[in-house]
């Protein structure tokens, strides 16, 4: 049995081990109290005021939120958010787990097909919008030009009519999931290939396999994946902005739209309501999407 100065010794020596690793993260918790947690602090105050970015903010109560929830402009953006996320989750998220399945079964060519597919994702979402509002354009654009092979007639600005401009922008980031079939292709990758062969052997097809081994094994991912997708949608701003500026009307509108018109008219208490807003929304998809995946339990 170990004595009592035993025991102390390595009370000791936890306490020291401890004391180094509070040192080494110091640096780490002075930068993220310095860009993130004191900026955040800010925006919730000053949400609060009214400030023009220029004289001191003047506290106004919940004046900004109630301004901010009577906006028709806010309502729209809500209902745009609200669709963008369910294309997110069922086709952005879900067509890049499918082609993680896909190149898991590592049919020939396999590695030439993934390289390809992730080229176009290392191009910025601003590049994307531009490379998209030639895309469509009636004039000369390919789309466009293609229908009228077998419509002469067909003349639509995709990006200025309603409502199509909704479904032009949804198109500039829909098929764009290659950061979803790394997460998800890694998960794969990481199972054992024993459980695989043990299903197979007590009769498992190839269908069971993917619903009952390895859908369930990659539900961290995919959670992951759906989190970054849907976030992504409330802080969607290049794609809007490079290519209707929220408009026809409000088809396009989107809360960082709203936040940016907001800063360009020195609203700036205004503004920070709607990052606050962005902010929570954020931690409810967050909170929602890991309890439904169950991100936090085990995988075996």
Known sequence: MPTKSAHKKIG??????YTWCYIFLLPTIIIFCMFYLIPILQVFITSFTKWD??????????????????????????????????????????????VAFVLYQKKPG????????????????????????FFFNNDFGILNNIIRIFNPNFN??????????FWAVTFTWLFYAVIVTLLVLGDLQNISPE?????????????Q?????????????????????LTSRVSMYEQIALTT?????????????????AVT??????????????????????????????????DY
């Open 209 to 229: 396999l993917i619903r009952y081994i390895q859908l369930p094994l990659c539900r961290g991912a995919i959670g992951t994946s759906v989190i970054a997708s």
């Open 53 to 98: 970015g220029f004289n001191s903010p003047k506290f106004s109560g919940f004046e900004n939120y109630i301004n901010l929830f009577k906006s028709s402009g806010f309502i729209v953006a809500l209902k745009n958010l609200l669709l963008w996320c369910i294309v997110a989750l069922f086709l952005h998220v879900g067509f890049g787990t499918l």
């Open 265 to 298: 008219d020195y609203r700036y208490g205004y503004a920070n309501a709607i990052g606050v807003v962005m902010f929570i929304l954020g931690l409810i998809i967050l909170a929602v999407v890991s309890k439904m995946f169950r991100m936090n339990d085990s």
């Open 12 to 17: 000791n020596l936890k306490r020291y081990n």
């Open 110 to 133: 396999w590695k030439i097909t993934r390289a390809v597919f992730m080229i176009p994702n290392v191009i910025s979402a601003a590049a994307w919008a531009m490379i998209y509002r």
């Open 245 to 261: 500026a929220g408009g026809p009307g409000y088809d396009t509108m989107s809360l960082p739209i709203l936040l940016v018109n």
């Open 156 to 165: 639509v600005q995709w990006f200025y009519k309603s409502p199509w401009a």
């Open 195 to 207: 459980i695989n062969e043990a299903a197979i052997i007590d009769g498992a097809t190839g269908w």
